[in-house]
C-alpha cells in the first residue's frame, strides 16, 4: 500500500498551490480520503475530506472557502487545491485513506507547504 503526496512547495501569502495524493496497492474506490496537516509543535489536523464516491466533501473551517478537495477514482487520486494561502497554512500535509467502518487507515509521508514573503 503507497500514498504519495507531491506539489507541495514555498508559495507567498495569497497565493495558490495545488497538492496531490496517488494511491496504489489498495482498492481506491472503497475508501475515504482525507488531507491532514502538522505545523512544527502543533498537532496534527484535519483539513478536508472526501467520501469514497466523491459526493460529500467536508472541511475545516480554518479552510473553508479556500481550499477545495476532490478525486479521481480512476485515476486513483485525490487532489487539494489551496487557494489564499496564508501564514498559519504552512505545514506537512498528510494524505489519508480510511474505510468508513475501519479504525485503521493508511498514511501518506507527507509533502511540505511554506507560506512566505
Known amino acids: 500500500v503507497q500514498l504519495v503526496e507531491s506539489g507541495g512547495g514555498l508559495v507567498q501569502p495569497g497565493g495558490s498551490l495545488t497538492l496531490f495524493c496517488a494511491g496504489s496497492?489498495?482498492?481506491?474506490?472503497?475508501?475515504?480520503m482525507k488531507w491532514f496537516r502538522q505545523a512544527p509543535g502543533k498537532e496534527r489536523e484535519y483539513v478536508a475530506g472526501?467520501?469514497?464516491?466523491?459526493?460529500?466533501?467536508n472541511y475545516a473551517e480554518s479552510v473553508k472557502g479556500r481550499f477545495s478537495i476532490s478525486r479521481d477514482n480512476r485515476r486513483k487520486t485525490v487532489t487539494l487545491q489551496m487557494n489564499d494561502l496564508k501564514d498559519e497554512d504552512a505545514a506537512v500535509y498528510y494524505c489519508?485513506?480510511?474505510?468508513?467502518?475501519?479504525?485503521?487507515?493508511?498514511w501518506g509521508r507527507g509533502t511540505q507547504v511554506t507560506v512566505s514573503s
Open positions: 489519508r485513506a480510511k474505510q468508513l467502518t475501519a479504525t485503521n487507515g493508511y
Open positions: 472526501v467520501t469514497s464516491d466523491g459526493g460529500r466533501k
Open positions: 496497492g489498495f482498492t481506491f474506490h472503497y475508501y475515504v
